[in-house]
């Protein structure tokens, strides 16, 4: 007998979203390795405990402004064992200045009681064991990774969103389709420097209200259009001449 059940669709494979080629994609990273030939966290740190807290701070909150915080705490406090005897008020006291002081606060002393209990007090060097700790998700274990550990990590924060979709280098719609795009189109020899790159581009140049395309070192490459103008070239009136 025939078979009349209908057939089911094919269900269509979505695709990756397209990024640059090799080629671009290296071009791109020479500029900005030109234009800052040693990018790091501007985040301050002593030791691979004390970045895993800066960096569990810095989630809504300014570079700058968790520097004036950690300053003081990490003149008392800069190992999990002296983190503990501050105690969750204590490290408040710290950084009040912060955005979701109070709930960082707890995650701190988590954190640290946590590396004590299972780590011997010694930040772990795998993402998986990272993002056990409590505060700590992708983004902030892949710069710990990084930046203490010198693995090859790319960290995509609000910055690196908006420059790898703004620039067409690694479109996505999520941190993680953004991350993986970046982990494909970047070279090997950019891995390293590529989030610091991206992040210190998106955040002096390539800005989220009004990018500064008339000194952007890739503005070549860049498939951002229209381009914002040099304000020294115009005014209400329209282009000086």
Not at 93 to 103: A, C, E
Request: proline content about 8%; glycine content about 8%; hydrophobic content about 35%.
């Amino acid at each position: 007998m025939p078979n009349d059940a209908p057939s089911k669709p094919k269900t269509r494979k979505k695709r990756a979203p397209r990024t640059f080629g090799p080629e671009k994609a290296h071009a791109l990273y020479k500029a900005l390795a030109e234009d800052r030939p040693e990018p790091r966290t501007e985040l301050d740190f002593t030791s691979p405990y004390t970045l895993v807290v800066a960096v569990a701070l810095s989630a809504q909150a300014t570079d700058v402004g968790v520097n004036k915080a950690t300053a003081k705490l990490f003149a008392v406090a800069d190992t999990p064992e002296k983190m503990l005897a501050l105690g969750e008020e204590g490290v408040a006291g710290y950084i009040r200045t912060i955005g979701l002081w109070r709930n960082k606060a707890k995650n701190v002393i988590a954190l640290s009681q946590m590396l004590l209990d299972e780590f011997g007090g010694v930040v772990p060097e795998t993402r998986d064991e990272l993002e056990r700790l409590p505060g700590v998700g992708r983004k902030t274990a892949n710069v710990v990774l990084n930046e203490a550990f010198g693995v090859p990590t790319i960290a995509v924060d609000t910055h690196v969103f908006r420059v790898a979709n703004r620039t067409g280098l690694a479109p996505g719609k999520t941190p993680e389709q953004v991350e993986a795009g970046l982990e494909r189109a970047t070279p090997t020899e950019y891995k390293h420097g590529a989030h610091h790159w991206l992040i210190l581009h998106g955040r002096y140049v390539c800005k989220a209200q009004t990018p500064e395309c008339w000194h952007c070192a890739i503005a070549d490459l860049c498939r951002h259009k229209p381009k914002t103008p040099d304000p020294a070239t115009v005014s209400r009136l329209g282009p000086r001449h």
